[in-house]
């Protein structure tokens, strides 16, 4: 059965999301056209379209906005002396959520990568200096993941910021809280023990 | 930290699709806005309206189709006698995958269900008795779901079609082929041994 075209470029378009197979996608597409009124999917047309034209990285910290300014760097009343340095603006959500960080970010948007030819210039690190230089900045701590790019990156910061005197520093790795320990990976577990505090 | 607008209306946009909580669709949301060019999205948004203007259901047999008749109602090379009653246009796909069945279909665009308010007259069943009584049907075989709507469904048709000369049958019901027994469901093993055939 060859299915109408229409279709099938709709189930095409959403595979093309991540982690969506064939059978989601046919889901989506198939809820789309018997669910969905026509003022429905123009909707949803013109939410994907004003996410592209309005969205772009804030010119201070690379986060995503709709605005100059982002409006965590606008807001005055945060810490502005430390930066935290994520690798992208889905890890400034997380650390939002958790509602107890009230520095400044800063959005890589992106890892050092020498595999995939990503190095110091393809990633938002240019304005990271320049706020180093220009404002007021006691520390940076580097949230990058614990893959080896982001241990890469997190080094590479590390090195650059020696000269000066702002303290840099690494997120804590550990056993999640809540989580039973038979559950932990091995390079958790040893990460754990060697970050354990005296109580 | 509140998100861009534009940012919160693309999240709750693909929140509507089934199965998709806040964390999937600010991936999608995130994948569209840091991956796609926006040539991208314009193809996006034009399949997803495409797909809505062009699609509707076959006259004939209440299948997806972007023309009047669909391509399974036009093509006479198959089996014009059978008809298989399936709930809805991904259940034809999932039958013709299989490349067993050349017979035509029957798409009732939901089932009967008494607690939701669908009658008879809300699902596509008036173009099922026109099919039997202009065309030279011989055999309607159901294939609705083997939920209490599925069955009741099943039992409606298999009543209204009892004073003619059709068969109508039922699918079997069983144990899927390769499943380890013990991967099985009560119902479906039960089922299973019912309709035991001898070898």
Redesign the interface.
Known sequence: ???????E??I??FK????VGRK?A?????????K?T?E??????K?????????HHCTTCGN????EIC??CKDEKRDLSTILVVE???D??SI?KGNEYHGLYHVL?GVLSPMEGMGPDDINLESLWKRVVNDKIKEIIIATSSTPEGETTALYIKRVLQETDILVSRIGYGVPVGLNLEYADDLTLSKAIENRKKI
Chains 1, 2 share one sequence.
């Open positions: 059965m060859v299915l109408p075209q229409a279709l470029d709709l095409e378009e093309k999301l991540p982690g989601t046919e889901r989506y597409a198939m809820h789309i056209i018997n969905y026509e429905e999917v123009n909707q949803l047309t939410s994907l379209s004003d996410a592209k034209a309005k969205l995503l906005t709709d605005e409006s965590i992208n603006t889905k400034v959500f939002e948007n």
